[in-house]
């Protein structure tokens, strides 16, 4: 154990944050971690939106659900897959690139390497003492974030993360637990093997809930999952990334 594998296991989302700005400094420190992130073939096919703006976190806030802690945080970034830059790149050096970029392969890439960026930059807020939250509601209406933040073709806003200084600290849920998500040479075959570790998971889960809600919820992983995915969301999405020309090959 050190401190960085114990800032990690420390996790958990905070959603309600302190009415202090982060300075500029910590969001260059954040962003500078951002980019010491793995990047395949050093492509960097990303960029982060830093919004300070309280009329853009507002509207951001309610495109993601009225979620109150997008509007109310230190900082506000949103993570894009960027290809843009790329095409540019083709036109410089005279190669012609628009197959490549226009792929599935690159399109993933790009996703990849935000995500990588992102969780850098959430470890590194969080080593300074800060709380992070992903929010994935900015998905829910990627046409209005687009025009918001003026992003070009060949960039997909993928999810914001809200950095602030903790107001409120929630208890850390429990994960999978270690057997359920590490395969030794092999993926498990037995689904047997998989129900029983989703009961007992199932019924951690339930304990946790119902001390924290002092017993007015009690209910279980799989049934959150097995409601959530039996809605259908944000099916608009693979029409709005072609649209703005990735994951056309």
């Known amino acids: 154990?050190?401190?960085?594998?114990?800032?990690?296991?420390?996790?958990?989302?905070?959603?309600?944050?302190?009415?202090?700005?982060?300075?500029?400094?910590?969001?260059?420190?954040?962003?500078?971690?951002?980019?010491?992130?793995?990047?395949s073939s050093f492509i960097q096919a990303y960029s982060i939106i830093g919004i300070k703006d309280k009329e853009k976190k507002r509207k951001l806030a309610e495109i993601a659900g009225n979620q109150e802690y997008v509007a109310e945080n230190g900082h506000l970034f949103v993570f894009c897959a960027d290809l843009s830059r790329h095409e540019l790149i083709g036109k410089m050096e005279g190669k012609d690139v628009l197959a490549s970029i226009e792929s599935m392969e690159k399109f993933m890439v790009a996703l990849i390497d935000a995500t990588l960026a992102a969780q850098n930059a959430a470890i590194a807020a969080e080593s300074m003492g800060l709380g992070i939250c992903y929010i994935g509601g900015i998905r829910n209406k990627l046409e209005d974030v687009k025009e918001l933040l003026k992003t070009p073709d060949r960039v997909i806003p993928l999810f914001g993360m809200t950095i602030g200084y903790p107001e409120k600290i929630n208890d850390?849920?429990?994960?999978?637990?270690?057997?359920?998500?590490?395969?030794?040479?092999?993926?498990?075959?037995?689904?047997?093997?998989?129900?029983?570790?989703l009961q007992d998971y199932n019924q951690v889960i339930s304990n946790y809930y119902v001390e924290r809600t002092s017993g007015k919820r009690k209910d279980t992983w799989t049934e959150q999952m097995a409601n959530m995915l039996e809605k259908q969301t944000r099916m608009y999405m693979k029409e709005f990334v072609q649209k703005n020309k990735m994951d056309l090959r």
């Open 1 to 39: 154990m050190n401190e960085v594998i114990s800032t990690i296991l420390n996790h958990r989302s905070i959603r309600h944050f302190k009415d202090k700005q982060l300075s500029d400094e910590q969001i260059k420190t954040i962003v500078a971690c951002a980019q010491a992130a793995s990047t």
């Open 172 to 197: 850390q849920k429990p994960r999978l637990p270690f057997e359920h998500v590490y395969h030794e040479e092999e993926y498990e075959q037995d689904q047997d093997v998989y129900l029983r570790q």
